[in-house]
Every structure is written in structure tokens, then in C-alpha cells.
């Protein structure tokens, strides 16, 4: 498996080791949707607020950064299955884990597994999908050994 990750340092310069704990969400990730890692690749790039907001504006016409985007792939790539990319928002990102009491690292992984169970093709539009969603995010996350994000406490 190939997990490309690019980081503007400038913008995620408070978080330590991104390459290890997005390496490590994404493996946890594809683990608790059933595939096979060594078959699978993907990009996660950790980019600035404005360079977010400009991929916003451009692919879903909301003017405003987001914390994370997720844009898969339509098919092979290199032998390989290449599922898409993934970009988060320093800022955003370093806000909500502020507001939420969590480390940036944790939410970090939680975002990574939320992007990459979209590259699969999950969403959290419907009850009964965003349900599944949360599952595999919840499992996912257990198994890097963050508690369950949406227990509230």
C-alpha cells in the first residue's frame, strides 16, 4: 500500500508526527471496511486553511474551508487500486480539536478515517448510513486506541 502524505508545515507546525498518525488512521480505515491495505492507494495532503477553502469553492460551491475533503478516485491506478485523496485544514482542524477538548492528533485520526471511508464510497447523509458510517469510524478508531468521538463525554 502506498499512503502518499503531504504536509504544509507552516499550517500543521503544532502537530507532531502527521505522517505516522495518518499513515496509521487510514490503515485502521481500510482494516474495518474489509479490504486488503496492500492492495489500496491513496493521498493525504494537510494543507492550509485557504487552500481548503479554495477546493471547497471549486468542488462543492461552499466559499469557507471545511476540516476535511475527500475526492475519490474512478478506477486503477499503477497496478494498483488507487482510491483518492484526502485534505485537511490546519486551522479547522486545530480549532475543533481546541472547542471539543481532544489532542490534534486524535482528531486528526478521526478525519483521516472519515475521509477515507468516503474514498469507499460512504456517506452521512441518511440516518441509517451515517449509523454505518460512525461505526466503522468508531471501530476504526478503537482499534488505534481513541475512544468512541461521538460518546459526548
Not at 487552500?51 to 475527500?70: E, F, G, H, I, Q
Not at 472547542?99 to 468516503?118: D, P, T
Not at 449509523?131 to 482499534?143: D, N, P, S
Request: proline share 4%.
Amino acid at each position: 500500500m502506498a499512503i502518499s502524505v503531504t504536509i504544509d508545515r507552516k499550517a500543521w507546525k503544532e502537530t507532531p508526527a502527521l505522517d505516522r498518525v495518518a499513515r496509521a488512521a487510514a490503515r485502521a480505515a481500510l482494516a474495518v471496511a474489509g479490504l486488503d491495505a496492500g492492495h489500496c492507494d491513496l493521498s493525504i495532503a494537510f494543507a492550509d486553511d485557504t487552500a481548503v477553502a479554495c477546493l471547497n469553492r471549486r468542488w462543492r460551491s461552499m466559499d469557507k474551508p471545511t476540516n476535511v475533503l475527500s475526492f475519490p478516485a474512478a478506477g486503477p491506478w499503477g497496478g494498483q487500486h488507487f482510491l483518492g485523496d484526502i485534505v485537511l485544514a490546519g486551522g479547522v482542524v486545530a480549532a475543533e480539536a481546541r472547542a471539543q477538548g481532544k489532542k490534534r492528533s486524535r482528531h486528526v485520526s478521526h478525519l483521516v478515517v472519515h475521509g477515507v471511508l468516503h474514498l469507499l464510497g460512504h456517506d452521512h447523509q441518511e440516518p441509517a448510513a451515517a449509523r454505518r458510517m460512525e461505526e466503522l469510524e468508531i471501530k476504526a478508531l478503537a482499534m488505534l486506541g481513541i475512544a468512541d468521538p461521538y460518546d459526548g463525554n
